[in-house]
């Protein structure tokens, strides 16, 4: 079974941090990019930021200088470090991966940023 369990996120002020993760099973994660995606209601899912297994990084414009993926394989973990935070970045955050043509998604942690 591959299970994608995300953590982290809540109530952020404007300005603010919060780092996500996520835990990886039932996976050869060491070999899997990662992604982190976000979603506000009404709206198409975004891909936020991905990481590959030899730890390249890619992010969307709107967080890059911001964001931070990294991924720790000893621990099957990936995290976003999520800096300067805006009100736009308001969203549920998701965890993914693919194994062959099947994607896995996480169930989203909500992050919330106030002004």
Request: include cysteine; charged fraction near 20%.
């Amino acid at each position: 079974q591959v299970h994608l369990v995300e953590s982290g996120g809540g109530l952020v002020q404007a300005g603010g941090s919060t780092r996500l993760s996520c835990a990886a099973s039932g996976i050869n994660f060491k070999i899997n990019p990662m992604r982190w995606y976000r979603q506000v209601s009404g709206k198409e899912r975004e891909l936020v930021a991905s990481i590959s297994s030899d730890g390249s990084t890619t992010y969307a414009d709107s967080v890059k200088g911001r964001f931070t993926i990294s991924r720790v394989n000893a621990r099957n973990t990936v995290y976003l470090q999520m800096n300067s935070l805006k009100s736009e970045d308001t969203a549920v955050y998701y965890c993914n991966t693919h194994r062959t043509e099947v994607m896995f998604w996480g169930r989203g942690t909500q992050v919330s940023v106030s002004s």
